[in-house]
């Protein structure tokens, strides 16, 4: 249907002679985006507007995404809490409310999803890949400094191409829990907390009433568990399930997974 459109349309014009050799130039006219055939080609090819045109202000617009979620990660004495929502928006619209925004890159490595989340899947799955011909040159895990490292240099070379990517790289190493920041303009940070996405302020609030570093695994699941709760509650954009993961020494554990709506009910009763 949108094919037809184009060829039907005022701004493009094709014309092809079978009888005529197939060869054809390039150039950039005036006029915006054009393909000429020089005189007796058998092609033709021809833009008449821009691609990108230009408001009536002069100023050309690209495309803005519009993006929502809340993540969130923290260090305590018994390694690394990953908690996330499972909606994903476009703009408006609630496109799911099941999308698992962790990326299981080993069974030592953890990487959550914020911004799009083509990009945030394809690179993290990229960096699972190196992980693995990391191990498999060294014949030793990659360290979690090692795998964010990789992840920053890799998305570094295309900074200002239109990326949209924040992740927290998490794992346990032979320096015990380490817990990363990246996004697509090559920023890498280390640190003990950190909390992504548009419901972030939501949950930040939470965390800073009730982390301390000497929470038992259950106080830590709780506490990652409500933030992002409280965050889908305020925040248009997040909500859906709220998916938990504990990284310890022996590798990262599904703790659960939980329907807000049900949350709501079970704190709306303890209050």
Not at 97 to 106: A, H, L, S, W, Y
Not at 140 to 168: C, D, F
Request: proline share 2%; aromatic share 10%.
């Amino acid at each position: 249907m949108a094919l037809a459109s184009v060829l039907n349309s005022d701004c493009a014009d094709f014309s092809f002679d079978n009888c005529k050799p197939f060869d054809f130039d390039c150039g950039l006219g005036q006029s915006g985006v054009g393909f000429e055939a020089t005189p007796g080609d058998g092609l033709s090819f021809s833009v008449k507007t821009p691609l990108n045109a230009a408001d009536e202000d002069g100023v050309e617009r690209k495309i803005e995404f519009l993006h929502g979620t809340t993540t969130l990660a923290f260090k305590f004495q018994h390694g690394v809490i990953v908690a996330v929502d499972s909606r994903a928006t476009a703009g408006s619209y609630i496109a799911s409310q099941t999308v698992k925004k962790v990326i299981e890159i080993n069974p030592y490595l953890l990487g959550t999803m914020a911004g799009g989340a083509a990009d945030c899947s394809f690179w993290e799955r990229l960096l699972a890949r190196q992980c693995r011909i990391y191990e498999l040159r060294n014949k030793e895990r990659i360290s979690v400094a090692a795998a964010s490292k990789l992840l920053a240099n890799m998305v570094y070379q295309y900074k200002g191409m239109g990326l949209s990517m924040g992740t927290m790289v998490c794992g346990w190493d032979k320096r015990g829990p380490g817990l990363y920041y990246v996004d697509s303009e090559g920023n890498r940070v280390c640190g003990d907390l950190f909390a992504v996405g548009s419901g972030s302020m939501y949950a930040y609030g939470v965390m800073d009433s009730g982390l301390r570093h000497d929470l038992t695994v259950e106080e830590a699941c709780e506490l990652g568990r409500r933030a992002i709760y409280q965050a889908t509650y305020r925040d248009a954009y997040s909500g859906g399930q709220v998916n938990l993961y504990h990284v310890h020494s022996k590798g990262w554990t599904r703790v659960s997974q939980d329907d807000v709506l049900k949350l709501h009910q079970q704190y709306k009763d303890q209050a």
